[in-house]
């Protein structure tokens, strides 16, 4: 049997220079094609514009746009080249923390994973992930540690009709530095039945003194231990109100413009 391959078929520059760069750092097998050439058996799933889908002949076209999801797509192309069982359900597993780790598996195949810019983007992700597979059940299991990030993940999803569950995180999340533990976390979290729970908004998000301890810690690992953020952004990051990363830019200029000093891992900064 041949091997299934990816059709990259657009006269768009822009849009193909973008999907074939992305196809040879993916690995992936492709193959160039003009809108309404014959199509090879061979090629399971073909990538092209909106504007061109409509002149493809093929069971299964994904049209991208322009600044578009691009997680779900990849998911969606990996599930055409490895199709599995078609009825079985998507399950997202997120590993709750200011850039929460995620895993798109379907049955034991992990279609996708990576980070988030912030717990809120995982309803976008979910959308994306709903318009990709429409037939498909979606089911979205969330990790129930870092309190704070768990807590904003589910009121993100408040509302979104779809199958949420809270899972024990307990030997769920592997050793070492952060990334990219936390996607080897989420596909632990995706993997780990949990426990339903309802479709409302949760409480307010509380923010406790080792919450904020924990967020400064992260920021000297990112950092490189160069600097540690103070305690009033570390609670904006927790809030929702910054990301991680724009707190550890404004972090950068200020280490840049001040004299350095040696830190010190051992006592977080009291601002």
Known sequence: MRTRCVGLATLDPLLYQELATELRERRLPSVSLLPGSPVPDRVAVILTSPEEAGDLRHASVLAVAPGGDRTALWAAVEQALHPGDPNSEIVLGIDPGPRPGYAVLSGE???????????ESVAALTAQLRRR????????????????SRDRVLNALAGSHRSVELVDEQGTTPHGRRRPRDAIAARAIARAPGRPIAGGPTSTVTITPGDIANLQRLSREHSGGKFTIPRSEADRVLRGELTLGEALVLGERRYRSTPHRPPNPSRPDRA
């Open 109 to 119: 195949r992990c279609l996708a994973e990576g980070s988030l810019d912030r717990p």
């Open 133 to 148: 597979f429409p037939r498909r059940a979606l089911r979205i299991r969330v990790g129930d540690g870092d309190r704070p």
